[in-house]
């Protein structure tokens, strides 16, 4: 398995008038969801349709769940729950849900995904970044 990246100049968080070099991944195309259940079923018994539709239905269940404050938990692809972004308050009696500005849905990678992101298994491959592929198109 190989993963492209590119170097991007960014401030140093620790420093804001540092700027270091830092690897960005580059994504190497995209997969969507009927080419999964085509592979999904060309590797079980279920046909590509049965597998959308249980795809289908896992996102609606995971959204209820998650609707209820329940963790959710899909063994070794890993576990969904709620975040709450907030601005903070002075004091606990003084803080309120108007002060939530947003809820985000955190992922958290199970064993059969981080397995495979382990260094050791990985090459890694330095492309041009997006920045420059642009800068050396010509104009139409």
């Known amino acids: 398995?190989?993963?492209?990246?590119?170097?991007?100049?960014?401030?140093?968080?620790?420093?804001?008038?540092?700027?270091?070099?830092?690897?960005?991944?580059?994504?190497?195309?995209?997969?969507?969801?009927?080419?999964?259940?085509?592979?999904?079923?060309?590797?079980?018994?279920?046909?590509?349709?049965?597998?959308?539709?249980?795809?289908?239905?896992?996102?609606?269940?995971?959204?209820?769940?998650?609707a209820n404050g329940q963790i959710v938990k899909l063994e070794n692809l890993g576990s969904f729950q709620a975040q709450i972004r907030s601005d903070g308050a002075d004091t606990e009696d003084t803080y309120?849900?108007?002060?939530?500005?947003k809820v985000t849905l955190q992922f958290r990678p199970g064993i059969g995904l981080k397995g495979q992101l382990n260094k050791a298994n990985l090459t890694f491959h330095k492309v041009k970044s997006l920045k420059q592929k642009e800068e050396e198109e010509p104009l139409p």
């Open 96 to 101: 309120s849900t108007s002060m939530i500005r």
């Open 1 to 66: 398995m190989a993963i492209n990246y590119s170097i991007a100049r960014m401030k140093n968080p620790a420093e804001p008038d540092v700027y270091k070099y830092y690897p960005k991944a580059q994504a190497n195309g995209s997969v969507d969801i009927n080419e999964l259940s085509e592979e999904i079923a060309y590797a079980t018994t279920l046909t590509d349709g049965d597998v959308l539709n249980v795809i289908r239905a896992l996102v609606k269940r995971i959204n209820l769940h998650i």
